[in-house]
Each structure stands twice: as C-alpha cells, then as structure tokens.
C-alpha cells in the first residue's frame, strides 16, 4: 500500500501562487509515476501534471507555463507549484501514485486539498 498526504491548497486572488506538496510512504519502492489530478464538483477528476520516476513531466494544456510539477526522492515528495492562478482554476485538487507490480497497475489517492482562486 502506498499513502499519501497532502498540503499547502487554501484561499488565492486571481494571479497568485499556491504549492502543492504531497508526501508518499509505505510501499514506494514500486511508484513510476506521481501527478497532480484536479476535480470540480459535477465534472470529472482531471490530469493536471505528472512526473516520472525518471523525471519525466507532463502538463495539461491549460496549466502549460503557469504550474510546475518537480519532486524530491530523497523525501518522497511531489510538488505542485502553481502560478498565475484564475478562478477557472478552482478545485479540489488530488495527487495520485501510480505503481505496477507483476504487470498490474495499482492508483493510490490522497485525500484532496481544496484550492480557492478569488477573482
């Protein structure tokens, strides 16, 4: 098993920033992948970034050139930097882990962070 906690969502005006972080433990050994997955309610839970154990990354559209995913092995943790916030960015946002172990994929969630984007 693998959990996940995450940190750092909260209130923003429209053009701040907000970090993301999320820290894994239990079995991490077997993660290749960690993203960032967002969801507003009635609509569906969405890929915002993720990132390789490689160092690998991948954005979303509507989130290149404002948010940045990094992460840092030596303390299990993914981060989320998110900059030039709108309003249309406002959700629940998830990090997920992504681990395959004798050719079954497994999906860990955290338990969400709310982020407020104020016009």
């Known amino acids: 098993q693998v959990q996940l906690v995450e940190s750092g969502g909260g209130l923003v005006q429209a053009g701040g920033s907000l970090r993301l972080s999320c820290a894994a433990s239990?079995?991490?050994?077997?993660?290749?992948?960690m993203g960032w997955y967002r969801q507003v309610l009635g609509k569906q839970r969405e890929l915002v970034a993720d990132?390789?154990?490689?160092?690998?990354?991948n954005y979303a559209d509507f989130v290149k050139g404002r948010f940045t995913i990094s992460r840092d092995n030596a303390k299990n943790t993914v981060y989320l930097q998110m900059n030039s916030l709108t309003p249309e960015d406002t959700a629940v946002y998830y990090c997920?882990?992504?681990?395959?172990?004798?050719?079954?994929?497994?999906?860990?969630w955290g338990q969400g962070t709310q982020v407020t984007v104020s016009a």
């Open positions: 997920n882990a992504h681990r395959v172990v004798i050719a079954t994929a497994y999906n860990y």
């Open positions: 990132i390789t154990s490689g160092g690998s990354t």
């Open positions: 239990g079995r991490i050994g077997s993660i290749n992948a």
